[in-house]
């Protein structure tokens, strides 16, 4: 098992991406906290890894309220003793072309996608700094490089990129690395909720001529939360079936 005894945080961990690296993780023998908004999916998504045989928390969190993110680590703390693993998962968007983009459609992105990948750094790194051991995975998006009526979502995913590689410079002498993924189309329920045409024009937008599965994203995702990846540190991986080659 790769994660034997890790005790890692999922955030946005109740449905979608996040659910699929929170059972991918404790079936690979991680602890997991999951932290997501709605109390009744976080308790699903806890029961179906207990059921499965493996240890997960699951803790209602609102990754933008300092209070909130700092309440769910003590949690984690408090049961497993430590965190070894921080998956910033937890992401929205509010989509409109931008001379139509309100202020509160950007802040609120900016507040859920940046500023709460900041308050759950700081809530972990201290931790991970103490004893000279940590694996910090940020998760972008293709969008990125930009897409018409994101520019709310581009700017925080491209801006994770950015702070992915300085966390990398800062940390990378306390024993901590700091790597990306920026998934491609993905079959989440959201992803399925697009009208058909929609999903087979996106699905050529790329090499392989289809979208990735939870469980492909997630193996990119164990490889940079496991020590198979440990000298590396400040990447971002493309994890988009050949959407974007340099």
């Not at 997501?36 to 990754?63: F, P």
């Not at 202020?103 to 000279?132: H, T």
């Amino acid at each position: 098992m790769r994660l034997k005894d890790k005790v890692a945080i999922v955030t946005g961990g109740a449905n979608g991406i996040g659910e699929g690296v929170a059972i991918k993780f404790a079936q690979e023998g991680a602890k997991v906290v999951i932290g997501d908004l709605k109390e009744d999916e976080v308790k699903a998504a806890e029961q179906k890894i207990k059921d499965m045989g493996g240890t997960a928390l699951g803790v209602v969190c609102n990754v933008a309220n300092k209070a909130s993110v700092d309440a769910m680590v003590q949690k984690a703390v408090e049961a497993f003793g430590t965190v070894d693993i921080l998956i910033n998962n937890a992401g929205i968007t509010r989509d409109a072309i931008f001379h139509k983009m309100t202020e509160e459609q950007w802040d609120q992105v900016f507040d859920v996608n940046l500023k709460g990948v900041f308050y759950c750094c700081k809530a972990v790194v201290p931790i991970m700094r103490d004893k000279g051991y940590g694996k910090i995975v940020n998760i972008s998006s293709v969008s990125r490089f930009g897409n018409p009526g994101q520019a709310n979502y581009a700017a925080t995913k491209a801006g994770l990129v950015g702070f992915t590689r300085n966390m990398a410079k800062e940390l990378g002498p306390k024993g901590i690395t700091v790597n990306a993924v920026a998934p491609g189309s993905v079959e989440t329920a959201m992803f399925l909720a697009v009208p058909e045409k929609i999903r087979a024009i996106s699905a050529k937008a790329n090499a392989l001529q289809r979208p990735g599965t939870i469980e492909e994203l997630a193996y990119s995702i164990l490889f940079f939360a496991s020590d198979e990846s440990a000298y590396v540190t400040g990447q971002c991986l493309q994890v988009d079936g050949g959407m974007m080659m340099p």
